[in-house]
Each structure stands twice: as C-alpha cells, then as structure tokens.
C-alpha cells in the first residue's frame, strides 16, 4: 500500500499548493466568489462536472448499481439531465445577471423582497450538501489509512476549508479541473474496464445475475420519477450549481461548456452502474451495497491504480464539498449577513469585501465539520434539504424567469406554502418518504399563481431593469473583468 499512499499524499499536497496559487489570484469579490466571471470552456466544463459529481454519485453511484443493476443509473443519470435542462434552456440567461446567489436574482425579479427567506432556506440547503460530503471523508480515510471517523472528517475537511479559504473560486476551480482529471482516468478508463474483466465480462455477468439486473427500468419508475422530481429540478436551481454558471466568461460557454459537462454525467452515471453490477458478482454477499466501491477497488486492482481510484473517490467527495461550501458562505454573507450589516453598521462605512467572504468560509467550514462530527442520520438530513429546496424555492425561481405576470407576494407565497407543505408531510409520512415532494411541489405552484393573479403587477420599471440584466446589459459596476489566457 506505499505506494497507494504515496498517490494519496501528493494529490492532497496538490490541493493545497493550488489553494495558495489561487489566494494571489483573488484580488476582488468577482474573482474571489465567481473566478472572475471569465472561465473558457474547458475549464468550466470541468468543474461543472466535478462539482455535481461527487461522493453520492460515485460511490453511491457504484452502490445503486450493486443493488439493482444497469438501472442504479438513474440517480446520476437524473443530475445529468438536470444539468442539461439547465445549461440549454436556463445558463446563457442567469450568467448574464451578473449576480452572486440565487437570493439576489430573486431580488432583481421581483423588487428587493422576495430573497429573504430564499436566502435562509438556500443556506440550510448548500450546509446539509456540505456536511454529507464532507461525512464521506470518513468511509474513504478508513479504507485507506484505518482512522477513525472523526479523525477522518476534520483532517479531509480541513484540507477543503484551507485551500477554499485562502483563494476562493480560483482555488476551487483548478482543484476541480484536477479532481475532474483524476476521476475520470480513475473511474472510467481504470476502475470501469478493470471491473468488467475482473466479472468474466458482460456475458459472465448476464448468466451469474438475475434478468432484472440487465432491466434499464428495474429500480422502479416510482424511484425514477422521485429522482427526476428531487435531483433534476434541484440542478436547476441550487447556489452551488448556480455559483458555477455565473463564472462563465460569457452566455455561449454556459451553454456549450454546460452541455458537455451534462453529457459527460450521463456515462458516468452508466460507468458507475456496471461497475456496481461487476461487483455483485464478485462479492454477492456484501453487507452494504456502499461497501461495493471501496470493496472492489481495494481487492481487484493493482498497486498504484488503487491509489489513483481511491484518489478518484476522494476527488469526487472534495470538489462537492469545497462547492457547497463556498456557495454556503456566500449565501450566508451576501443573503443574511449583509442585511444585517445593512440595518446596524452606516451604508457609506468601507470593508473588505474578499477579507470577509474568506472569513465566512472559514467559519462554515468549521460549522461544516462540527456538524457532520455531531451527525448520524445523514441520508434524512439532506432529504430534508432537497425537499425545502425544491418544494419551496423551485417555483418561484422558474416562474420568475418564465412567467412576466408572477409578483413577489406570490413568490413568497409559494415559498410559504411549498416549504411548510414539505415539513407538514415529512412529519405525517416520514422524511424518506416521497409524498412530501409529490404534494408540496404543487401547493407551492397553487400559491404562485394564485397569489400573483390575486395581487397588481410587479411594477414596469423593476421588469425593466429585470430585461435589462437578462438581456446582459449590466451596470458599469456589474461589468465582467477582460478574459485572460489562463481562463482558456
């Protein structure tokens, strides 16, 4: 294993010199929070896809297909399709807003009172993303080094909040670029085809399984419809996916480089499935279908290509991780605190805007670990924030940018109505269950129109400063910096 080890160290002594080299890159807020504005498309490309897929959709992923074959796909697949829906009909509009978090777009929309309780609820959201990731630092260090949980968690979620902390997006941005690299020679050039010979092939794996294995729709299409309702719609509009699209340097790299990064989820997703299927067969018995990555991995592949999978899987974790967690501190600075600071501190007072953002992420990413040290439940605790994220803030964040007539009173009002549905349901059927999604999705969009229909129009001149962003003529003071060759 000296060798695995070996693998495992440089790539984290990488992530750090990298947060280093991206701290003398964030001179301002823009390139501190969102690389600029000016990522090409490789490198946005890259990080999109490292940032959606992470440790739930690589070993997770894996696991999904251990239990029900071809069809565990779904899961990943859904978030693929989820970040192709965005990038085509939705990213080339939201990059040109010229906006930090989805609270502030919410604003623009809808008059300055709608971002609020947006803001509150995305917070809780982008937190709960954070602390699970950061929980499966605990299975991966345990399989590679024998420590124990909490050792696991605060030494590989120390690692992301330091190299967050010191360069912000940049830093973010080429560990992603890294993390995409590394899980995809990882996972599907290495693990994939080694996985499949190591079963006997495809016709050894379709005689020593059941048929349902090979089903593409044998999870359920109940389960694939949860899945679209709670991973599709919440790529459309969480603050860490978001956060991404505003780093675009412009509305075509949105959408081609979001396209690419969709369509490279999508094999992953398929990867991920038969790796998962190669494993039953080899070890049918296993206690937890989560064991089945870490499982194969450390018995069937040789000395070096270990390490460099294990390195795959810790990537997967850390680019989630160090995504929810600067799209958390953002929320929290720009969507709550400045607020505060708005009501007790003088508007014409000074500070520094990249000094505090660093602040904030260095205070959610302890936050970050305490919690997931203190937490158990972590599946029920992230159900909960996937569930007030979709029941309570999809519609009014698609409805304000496809519907002209929706007002703020009808946004709050579908928030309102849509996040304590959710709650309300969670409590009668249990939070694993899928009603609380199925119902509190259309009681929020009942609001919505209701409400908007009931109350005036949102006034001409807020819909024409709205056009105006949308179309991509921004403030002077919003304006994108100049792209640099290192953005390519």
């Not at 080299?21 to 498309?41: C, D, I, Y």
């Not at 997770?60 to 899961?75: C, D, E, F, P, R």
């Not at 044998?218 to 790529?235: N, S």
């Not at 009808?410 to 119902?439: F, K, Q, R, S, T």
Request: one cysteine or more; charged letters at 10%.
């Amino acid at each position: 294993m000296a060798v695995d080890y070996l693998v495992i160290v440089v790539y984290l002594a990488a992530m750090l010199a990298m947060g280093w080299w991206g701290m003398r890159r964030a001179k301002s807020k823009s390139e501190f929070l969102v690389a600029g504005r000016r990522l090409g498309p490789a490198m946005y490309s890259g990080t999109m896809a490292a940032i959606v897929l992470g440790g739930a959709s690589t070993i997770g992923g894996v696991g999904l297909g251990y239990q029900y074959g071809l069809s565990g796909a779904w899961m990943v697949f859904t978030i693929g399709l989820g970040l192709l829906v965005l990038s085509v009909f939705f990213s080339a509009r939201i990059a040109r807003l010229k906006v930090y978090t989805v609270s502030e777009m919410l604003d623009l929309r809808y008059g300055g009172r709608a971002g609020v309780i947006s803001g509150v609820v995305m917070w809780a959201y982008t937190l709960m993303l954070a602390v699970t990731s950061t929980i499966a630092y605990a299975t991966i260090f345990d399989v590679l080094f024998g420590i124990d949980r909490t050792l696991a968690i605060v030494l590989g979620g120390s690692i992301v909040v330091a190299y967050s902390t010191l360069g912000g997006m940049w830093s973010i941005t080429l560990t992603d670029m890294v993390q995409f690299v590394v899980k995809t020679i990882g996972v599907l050039l290495l693990l994939l085809p080694i996985a499949v010979v190591k079963a006997g092939g495809f016709s050894e794996m379709k005689a020593q399984l059941p048929t349902g294995y090979f089903d593409p729709l044998g999870i359920g299409g109940e389960t694939i419809f949860t899945y679209v309702l709670i991973y599709t719609f919440g790529m459309l509009i969480g603050q860490d996916i978001w956060q991404r699209v505003f780093t675009a340097r412009s509305d075509r790299t949105a959408r081609w480089g979001g396209t690419v990064a969709g369509t490279y989820c999508l094999a992953y997703a398929v990867a991920g499935a038969v790796v998962g299927t190669a494993a039953k067969v080899l070890y049918p018995k296993l206690a937890s279908p989560d064991d089945a990555f870490a499982t194969i991995v450390k018995d069937e592949l040789p000395m070096g290509v270990r390490g460099l999978v294990l390195a795959a899987a810790l990537a997967a974790v850390m680019s989630t991780s160090s995504g929810a967690l600067i799209a958390c501190a953002t929320v929290a600075n720009n969507d709550i605190w400045s607020r505060l600071r708005g009501i007790v501190r003088p508007s014409g007072e000074q500070h520094d805007e990249v000094r505090g953002n660093r602040a904030f992420i260095l205070l959610m990413g302890l936050a970050v670990i305490g919690t997931a040290i203190a937490l158990n439940d972590v599946v029920q605790a992230l159900t909960v924030a996937y569930n007030l994220l979709v029941g309570g803030l999809l519609v009014p964040i698609l409805g304000g940018l496809l519907w002209k007539r929706g007002t703020a009173q009808g946004a709050l009002a579908a928030v309102a109505v849509g996040g304590l549905a959710v709650i309300g349901l969670m409590a009668g059927y249990g939070i694993l269950a899928n009603e609380p999604v199925y119902y509190g999705l259309p009681a929020s969009l009942a609001a919505y129109v209701a409400v908007s229909l009931a109350t005036r129009p949102t006034d001409e001149a807020v819909l024409a400063a709205w056009r105006e962003r949308v179309a991509g003529r921004a403030p002077a003071s919003e304006s994108v910096s100049e792209p640099v060759s290192a953005a390519q």
